[in-house]
């Protein structure tokens, strides 16, 4: 705070701006810098919980900035648990937290999609809250090994040149189908939304206009000053185009508010509540870039930056890092009830269609391990069945032999030299299975001492 205080003092201003920020900088030379980079911890922290006072322009420009006394990157190089990247076993239980959430109407389509874009696109949030409907695009081409569907998003470049207009620039980035549904349903809500607001149908050429993430405290505070009949999204708000697109705030509300009201997950490291934070998604999905090989510009792109300049950070990752998830595999159970979302049950006849053998969970072996309470067709396997909130593993079933044959799994990928990636990959299932282990162990002594109440994976 004394830093802080000084910066506040000494530029004589009542808030925090680029300009007085770059002449402290250069007030205090190379020899009192580090000054500047004690205090930019806490702008970033300050901007991401959403207090007035500093925004989004103020934290890129200190991002961009290299510092003498604070390392740049040191976040995402010492996997930093609570401003670094996710590790693989937390993304993976984020989105398919996300998912479930979605299926059992705990959050809405657009704290998923938000989500979804964070952790697949690694691309700042300033560049979502541009997207427009028609920066969604399929395509279909038909060659000899058939027909083959391609599917781009472009996404507003999130520092334009001044000489630009808004969303002038974009980064053309290829998705895979399962993004492209969500964002389509998204954009398909949405235009179901405000056609009910309206005294008839928006056009096509409106539909391509229509903001992927609207405010629509603006759109129907436009609608109620102008009539139902006012074309919303041509013509005069032009002027202003980001009038009907949510702001920093809410978007920040999407992953945060609503996401800490529902989400139980728990973080591996730090045994705390597991926050969302844009900057983590884009720390991890950088990360992971590097993993899979890329560099320089390769990996600059894909961030959505102009120069490789200040992607380093996300290859000079520390060795130590590679061995910390197996060192928990091998270690002590830590808090991971969010690993399994199931409900175990004593036998098959207590689970939900438990009198229906067509429900029965098999491992590879053949081997019952529970019941699934779902009646929607899966077409997954049973290894996906431990992380399904659907799953009701069965007390006195063979749970240690699945462990067996997933770590077995493991320790053949290592051998045949499979990415970090891949073999990371199962991190969830092997907590998830262990914690049914645990749970069986404490149900038994339950059992065992009088006491009739029935555990639950949650």
């Known amino acids: 705070m004394n830093q802080l205080a000084h910066y506040l003092r000494t530029q004589n201003v009542s808030g925090i701006n680029i300009d007085s920020l770059a002449q402290w900088k250069v007030f205090l030379g190379s020899e009192f810098e580090y000054r500047l980079g004690a205090i930019r911890g806490l702008f970033y922290s300050w901007e991401q919980w959403g207090f007035k006072g500093v925004d989004e322009s103020v934290v890129d420009w200190l991002e961009e900035q290299k510092i003498r006394g604070n390392v740049k990157g040191k976040a995402v190089r010492t996997w930093c648990p609570f401003s670094g990247p996710y590790s693989s076993t937390e993304l993976g239980w984020i989105l398919e937290w996300a998912t479930d959430a979605l299926r059992e109407k705990e959050i809405s389509y657009d704290t998923h999609a938000a989500i979804y874009l964070l952790a697949t696109t690694g691309q700042r949030a300033v560049q979502l809250r541009k997207l427009r409907s028609k920066d969604i695009a399929a395509s279909k081409k038909t060659d000899s090994r058939g027909s083959v569907e391609n599917f781009v998003l472009s996404i507003p470049m999130a520092k334009e040149r001044l000489a630009k207009k808004y969303r002038s620039e974009f980064l053309e980035k290829p998705i895979n189908r399962s993004l492209y549904l969500v964002l389509a349903n998204l954009r398909d809500r949405n235009i179901e939304k405000i056609n009910s607001l309206l005294d008839e149908p928006m056009t096509i050429d409106e539909i391509k206009e229509i903001p992927l993430f609207p405010s629509w405290v603006r759109i129907k505070r436009f609608i109620k000053a102008n009539g ?3 074309r919303v999204f041509m013509g005069e708000h032009e002027a202003r185009p980001n009038s009907f697109h949510i702001t920093t705030h809410g978007f920040r509300d999407l992953i945060g508010y609503e996401y800490t009201r529902r989400c139980p997950l728990i973080s591996e490291v730090t045994g705390e509540p597991l926050t969302l934070s844009s900057r983590r998604f884009r720390y991890t999905y950088g990360t992971n870039c590097a993993k899979m090989g890329l560099t320089g510009r390769a990996l600059a792109y894909a961030l959505g930056q102009r120069d490789n300049q200040n992607v380093n950070h996300y290859v000079e990752t520390s ?12 270690g002590p159970l830590t ?15 207590d689970a939900v269609r438990g009198d229906d053998p067509r ?5 590879s072996s053949m081997e019952n391990v529970g019941t ?3 009646y929607e067709f899966c077409p997954s396997g049973w290894r996906s069945c431990y992380t399904c909130r659907r799953f ?3 007390l006195d079933a063979p749970h240690e032999e699945a462990l067996k044959e997933v770590l077995q799994s493991r320790k053949q990928m290592v051998e045949a030299g499979c990415s970090e990636l891949v073999i990371h990959s199962s991190d969830r299932l092997v907590l998830a299975i262990r914690k049914v282990i645990e749970l069986c162990e404490q149900r038994k ?11 639950e994976c949650r």
């Open 445 to 455: 002594n339950d059992l065992a001492s009088g006491n009739a109440m029935e555990g």
């Open 319 to 330: 060795p130590e890092i590679a061995d910390r998830i197996n060192e928990l595999m091998e």
């Open 335 to 349: 808090v991971i009830a969010q690993a399994l979302a199931g409900t175990l049950v004593d036998s098959e006849t």
């Open 228 to 230: 139902s009949s006012k």
């Open 372 to 374: 699934c309470g779902s």
């Open 359 to 363: 429900a029965r969970i098999k491992t």
């Open 392 to 394: 009701q593993p069965w």
